[in-house]
């Protein structure tokens, strides 16, 4: 082995050595099948450190179900379409969609995915990602997209899907309605404008943050117990500027001590006015235009955008001597996750999916899914409890999955395309025959459907729904791996699809990840232009072993900052690694795997092996990645090269004086429990590990990589292990000794006494040898009695 490992070399090596033993290429055999739904990143900038955090602990995990004998499903794909993706082509290319033809946008958008897939492609390979490519699939394919198509179409004629003309979420900048998880909710700053609306007469003060609002205002509520307005009840208000009279009604959904305690009703400032609007059958006043401007109706404020609407509206306020005060605040409002714009609720004709009739059902799926970490699960349970909204899945956009519908032109009947035709795009396509009516003229449905509506079907994607039987045996699959900000949309909306297609979880285990943060509480975003390193340059820099080593070291679904000090410390590691791995390798000259009889300490060494693997198997089957490093982190830094190869070493250096029955004992321990250590860390550091397998072990196993050999659980011996913490306890007493004393650790001490329990005083005895070597005692005697007692002369 060469004196320093050759990091970057060595991994593209490696790389290659498993692609063209196609090491993890799915074959159907009689093995049982652990199948992953991996997230497919979405098109929309470059990769940052946050995807390699969480990707990386998800590939991890997959690593380590190959060693337990598992035949490994694990699929990679992209979410090469929706809004995401149509902004960071007009980003990259300086150009808006709306402003030229659809076909010419849509093919940009092509030419720039087919770029950055293949450059997230290369960087998880760079990674050293166990994937099977050949099972890769896009969310734009033609299979993905018929699979899509093919899921509305069994949810529309089952009733779950429908369309309505109704207030919907809209972000103004995007100009296209969103679901209600698409929401955010940050602080901003504000004013609360206390405005006079007149009752007969009299000042009825009104405290309100959207002024622009009055001219759309349909009504005024007071709570029914709020005595200070129980006699407006009833009533009809005045609405200042512009002067026409709306009715006060009482409703128990006024907080009293908001404001004045009197709210005003308008179409539509949020989702309260939508109910109230509906519930006491007011009408609607138009007043926003899908672009973010007021109506050009609407007296002093037409065509302006809602901004300057505000501030005009409270200048005329104050003119007309209708504005009491403007009071400073800082309040929560609604945007779009996308762009952080401030949401408007608009009436709009869009297609739903049917979550809120079935809120029950979901947290029934959700208890029926094992979760990690279990706390996790309480997102998911809040999520559907506090459902206000059904799942509106159209968006008013361009490059998506294109709903299969047409309307009549004629009776505006909606038409379905045949699942035979499916994938169509209905603004190139006709339906098969006339309407029930007998014309045969179509409007094509010119919405696409939200990206998450083709991400929520990517287990039916792997198991080619409805379209072969060869992969039915995967639903559900065995592990969705996801971050925790994403619980809301892909984990909540594939739970959706899953129970109204199958009446069954889409998968039986969900890892959630944790976020790499930027800053304090917020976490790395492409969005965001946040991005603090480049994952391509520092698996350049450092290699790809370095920043798995790092994705490893935090507990499952917690945060973490980023730190190059932290892949430097990943280096100290790895080359820990290398040099302990080449020492024990270089006395391993000659090694057979026989042996006449064990020493206590290789006795020692072995079993503290098994309970450290046993310990580390819990840990990863409960997708504690972090705990199970830290695990072997502890038995190889200390118990093994702090400790068992100081004992052995100079047994292994001068043969003769030891005799081969001890050579051959620690040759045996050392081989076992260093293939041992290598095939735990190999998950973590896959590179590494199996360059020093290849170049050493494999002609010793016969098999062609760390990979294909198997982990196991096995019983331990408790009187080995007690016996190896009396060796550690006294290597540290005289460790201690020596450094208090200013000696080097080689200097010889005169006389060590060990006092202690019979039957380990005979194992200490046979350790003897050892004891002196790594002590530099000149003499060693040993006492029995009950307690340990360590004694330097």
């Keep these: 082995?060469?004196?320093?490992?050759?990091?970057?070399?060595?991994?593209?090596?490696?790389?290659?050595?498993?692609?063209?033993?196609?090491?993890?290429?799915?074959?159907?055999?009689?093995?049982?099948?652990?199948?992953?739904?991996?997230?497919?990143?979405?098109?929309?900038?470059?990769?940052?450190?946050?995807?390699?955090?969480?990707?990386?602990?998800?590939?991890?995990?997959?690593?380590?179900?190959?060693?337990?004998?598992?035949?490994?499903?694990?699929?990679?794909?992209?979410?090469?379409?929706?809004?995401?993706?149509?902004?960071?082509?007009?980003?990259?290319?300086?150009?808006?969609?709306?402003?030229?033809?659809?076909?010419?946008?849509?093919?940009?958008?092509?030419?720039?995915?087919?770029?950055?897939?293949?450059?997230?492609?290369?960087?998880?390979?760079?990674?050293?990602?166990?994937?099977?490519?050949?099972?890769?699939?896009?969310?734009?394919?033609?299979?993905?997209?018929?699979?899509?198509?093919?899921?509305?179409?069994?949810?529309?004629?089952?009733?779950?899907?429908?369309?309505?003309?109704?207030?919907?979420?809209?972000?103004?900048?995007?100009?296209?309605?969103?679901?209600?998880?698409?929401?955010?909710?940050?602080?901003?700053?504000?004013?609360?404008?206390?405005?006079?609306?007149?009752?007969?007469?009299?000042?009825?003060?009104?405290?309100?943050?959207?002024?622009?609002?009055?001219?759309?205002?349909?009504?005024?509520?007071?709570?029914?117990?709020?005595?200070?307005?129980?006699?407006?009840?009833?009533?009809?208000?005045?609405?200042?500027?512009?002067?026409?009279?709306?009715?006060?009604?009482?409703?128990?959904?006024?907080?009293?001590?908001?404001?004045?305690?009197?709210?005003?009703?308008?179409?539509?400032?949020?989702?309260?006015?939508?109910?109230?609007?509906?519930?006491?059958?007011?009408?609607?006043?138009?007043?926003?235009?899908?672009?973010?401007?007021?109506?050009?109706?609407?007296?002093?404020?037409?065509?302006?955008?809602?901004?300057?609407?505000?501030?005009?509206?409270?200048?005329?306020?104050?003119?007309?001597?209708?504005?009491?005060?403007?009071?400073?605040?800082?309040?929560?409002?609604?945007?779009?996750?996308?762009?952080?714009?401030?949401?408007?609720?608009?009436?709009?004709?869009?297609?739903?999916?049917?979550?809120?009739?079935?809120?029950?059902?979901?947290?029934?799926?959700?208890?029926?899914?094992?979760?990690?970490?279990?706390?996790?699960?309480?997102?998911?349970?809040?999520?559907?409890?506090?459902?206000?909204?059904?799942?509106?899945?159209?968006?008013?956009?361009?490059?998506?999955?294109?709903?299969?519908?047409?309307?009549?032109?004629?009776?505006?009947?909606?038409?379905?395309?045949?699942?035979?035709?499916?994938?169509?795009?209905?603004?190139?396509?006709?339906?098969?025959?006339?309407?029930?009516?007998?014309?045969?003229?179509?409007?094509?449905?010119?919405?696409?459907?939200?990206?998450?509506?083709?991400?929520?079907?990517?287990?039916?994607i792997n198991a080619l729904y409805k379209e072969s039987d060869e992969r039915s045996y995967l639903m559900p699959m065995s592990m969705r791996c996801q971050a925790h900000d994403i619980i809301r949309t892909w984990a909540f909306y594939t739970i959706v699809k899953s129970y109204y297609h199958t009446g069954n979880t889409p998968w039986k285990d969900i890892m959630i990840s944790g976020f790499v943060l930027a800053k304090k509480g917020e976490k790395i975003s492409k969005s965001k232009s946040n991005v603090v390193a480049s994952p391509s340059k520092l698996i350049e820099k450092y290699g790809a072993d370095a920043i798995r080593y790092w994705t490893a070291s935090n507990k499952l679904g917690t945060d973490t900052w980023f730190s190059e000090e932290d892949i430097i410390a990943s280096n100290r590691f790895l080359i820990k690694l290398w040099n302990a791995s080449r020492f024990a390798i270089m006395q391993l000259s000659g090694y057979t795997s026989e042996y006449k009889k064990l020493m206590p300490v290789d006795k020692w060494i072995i079993e503290r092996c098994k309970e450290v693997t046993n310990n580390y198997i819990k840990y990863m089957n409960q997708y504690e990645i972090g705990l199970a490093r830290g695990e072997i982190d502890r038995f190889f830094w200390h118990d093994f090269c702090d400790n068992y190869l100081e004992v052995v070493k100079e047994r292994l250096y001068q043969r003769e004086k030891h005799g081969m029955v001890a050579v051959k004992s620690g040759q045996y321990a050392l081989y076992r429990v260093l293939l041992e250590i290598l095939k735990m860390y190999s998950p973590i550091v896959p590179h590494i590990t199996e360059y020093i397998y290849l170049t050493f072990f494999k002609e010793y196993e016969d098999k062609k990589s760390i990979t294909t050999l198997i982990i196991r659980e096995n019983k331990v011996e408790n009187e080995s292990l007690k016996f190896g913490n009396i060796v550690k306890a006294v290597l540290e007493q005289v460790r201690k000794y020596k450094t208090v004393n200013n000696m080097s650790m080689k200097a010889e001490l005169d006389k060590l006494i060990i006092k202690g329990e019979e039957k380990y005083i005979g194992y200490l005895k046979q350790t003897k040898l050892d004891l002196k070597a790594c002590t530099s005692a000149r003499e060693i005697n040993f006492i029995s009695q009950e307690k340990l007692e360590i004694v330097i002369e």
């Design 1 to 460: 082995m060469e004196k320093k490992y050759p990091t970057n070399l060595a991994e593209k090596e490696i790389q290659k050595y498993w692609e063209k033993e196609q090491l993890y290429k799915f074959t159907m055999d009689d093995r049982k099948i652990y199948s992953v739904d991996t997230p497919p990143p979405t098109i929309s900038g470059k990769l940052h450190i946050g995807h390699i955090f969480s990707y990386t602990q998800a590939e991890i995990i997959v690593r380590f179900k190959r060693l337990l004998g598992y035949n490994i499903f694990y699929p990679f794909g992209f979410d090469d379409n929706g809004l995401p993706t149509e902004r960071l082509v007009e980003r990259e290319l300086g150009i808006s969609a709306k402003d030229m033809p659809r076909s010419v946008f849509i093919k940009k958008c092509q030419e720039t995915i087919s770029k950055y897939e293949e450059e997230f492609k290369n960087l998880w390979k760079s990674l050293g990602f166990n994937v099977d490519w050949h099972l890769q699939y896009e969310t734009i394919s033609d299979l993905s997209r018929k699979i899509s198509q093919k899921s509305f179409l069994e949810l529309a004629k089952a009733g779950h899907a429908y369309q309505k003309d109704m207030p919907v979420l809209w972000c103004p900048l995007c100009e296209t309605s969103i679901a209600q998880a698409e929401l955010d909710a940050i602080g901003r700053d504000a004013y609360f404008h206390y405005v006079k609306f007149k009752v007969e007469g009299t000042d009825l003060i009104i405290a309100t943050t959207r002024p622009e609002y009055l001219s759309s205002c349909v009504a005024l509520f007071v709570h029914p117990n709020d005595k200070r307005y129980k006699k407006y009840i009833g009533k009809k208000a005045k609405v200042p500027l512009y002067n026409f009279e709306i009715d006060i009604y009482s409703d128990a959904k006024v907080e009293i001590d908001k404001g004045t305690g009197i709210v005003m009703c308008c179409t539509y400032g949020d989702i309260t006015d939508t109910n109230w609007q509906r519930q006491y059958n007011l009408p609607y006043k138009k007043l926003i235009s899908a672009d973010g401007t007021i109506d050009r109706d609407v007296l002093f404020i037409g065509g302006m955008h809602v901004n300057d609407a505000r501030l005009k509206i409270v200048n005329l306020l104050k003119e007309n001597d209708l504005l009491v005060k403007s009071e400073k605040i800082n309040h929560v409002v609604g945007v779009h996750e996308r762009c952080l714009t401030d949401i408007e609720i608009l009436p709009s004709k869009q297609w739903y999916i049917d979550v809120l009739g079935i809120k029950d059902e979901l947290l029934k799926m959700g208890d029926k899914i094992k979760w990690h970490p279990s706390h996790m699960k309480n997102r998911y349970i809040d999520w559907v409890t506090n459902l206000k909204w059904d799942w509106c899945i159209s968006r008013q956009r361009f490059f998506g999955v294109c709903f299969p519908v047409w309307y009549c032109k004629k009776c505006g009947n909606v038409i379905y395309a045949d699942e035979k035709d499916l994938p169509v795009n209905p603004l190139e396509d006709k339906p098969n025959g006339n309407c029930s009516c007998g014309n045969d003229e179509f409007i094509p449905e010119n919405d696409v459907m939200d990206t998450w509506a083709t991400s929520s079907v990517t287990p039916f």
